[in-house]
């Protein structure tokens, strides 16, 4: 099933800004070699192994700049492409093309690196109940771009933002004096339709976390011997609440949380750190090879 991200005004100002930032002054070369009136074929080429994300945007980047480009997707939002596969191709007038190719490619490339790594953890966990999240360690404007490229790479979303829900931090908690002060005053305060969450680095702030009744558990930068410890913990809790892990959570350790029955693994990596995948635009030469 074809996938589609919903253009947003958020999402439209930062394609704009996007093109602003790369034509502000025109396109001096383009504008010196190629004619108004010609028109082109481009093919969306994958140079690695990687999950398709940005088509979208992608689009929306050349149709600002000739409405009537014909596209056609040859590999969807969320499927892997192959080294060598075609993705898509785009006809039009060649100026566009050419004049938007670095800004489609730079959403095309990060979002896709984001789907591709987050594909990486996905498979490490498959077969279990085991789910990997983001965070919210995203590029900044692009948040709704990254977190929809997880969902693409097989993740779940965290928080959107921090009216998304209550996730009582260490500073949260120094303020406020202790895990059950802090709990007291959110479930005080806040809807009930909002889940209450609670990172704990400590085995004594779990069992504060527990006495609270809240809804998930974060155990942050826990040890593989004090995880053991916090699960047993959890497991004599019914019901007991959603646990999460986060800090420092690297591929190889994907297997051994889902063993341990953990329930969610949020790992900032996926979009803070997902390196760029290698697309290129290739474009036919009259003859109809590409170029």
């Known amino acids: 099933m074809a996938h589609s991200l919903v253009l947003t005004p958020a999402v439209t100002r930062l394609i704009e800004l996007a093109i602003e930032e790369d034509l502000g002054r025109g396109d001096a070369t383009t504008q010196a070699l190629v004619g108004p009136e010609a028109t082109a074929t481009a093919h969306l080429v994958a ?73 990486t953890f996905v498979a490490a966990a498959q077969g279990t109940s085991l789910r990997i999240t983001d965070t919210r360690k995203t590029t900044p404007g692009f948040r709704l771009l990254e977190k929809y490229a997880v969902r693409m790479g097989g993740g779940s979303n965290h928080r959107f933002d921090l009216g998304s829900g209550v996730l009582i931090k260490d500073n949260h908690v120094a303020l406020a004096g202790s895990v059950s002060e802090a709990v007291r005053r959110a479930k005080g305060r806040v809807p009930h339709s909002l889940n209450i969450e609670v990172e704990v680095d400590t085995m004594a702030q779990l069992d504060e976390a527990l006495a609270a009744d809240v809804d998930i558990v974060l155990l942050d930068n826990f040890t593989d011997a004090d995880l053991g410890r916090a699960m047993a913990r959890l497991r004599a809790v019914k019901p007991r609440p959603l646990v999460e892990v986060s800090g420092g959570v690297t591929l190889v350790r994907i297997p051994e949380l889902a063993r341990a029955g953990v329930d969610l693994v949020s790992v900032g990596a996926l979009t803070h750190s997902a390196p760029a995948v290698d697309l290129a635009l290739d474009m036919e030469d009259p003859a109809g090879q590409a170029a």
Do not use: C, H, K, M
């Open 47 to 119: 140079r690695q192994r990687l999950t398709v994300a940005g088509l979208d945007i992608a689009a929306a980047v050349f149709r600002r700049l000739d409405p009537s480009i014909a596209i056609q997707t040859q590999i969807d939002d969320g499927a892997e492409a192959q080294p060598g596969a075609r993705v898509a191709t785009y006809r039009g007038a060649a100026a566009a093309l050419l004049s938007g190719e670095r800004t489609a490619l730079n959403f095309l490339q990060r979002l896709s690196g984001v789907a591709t790594l987050t594909r």
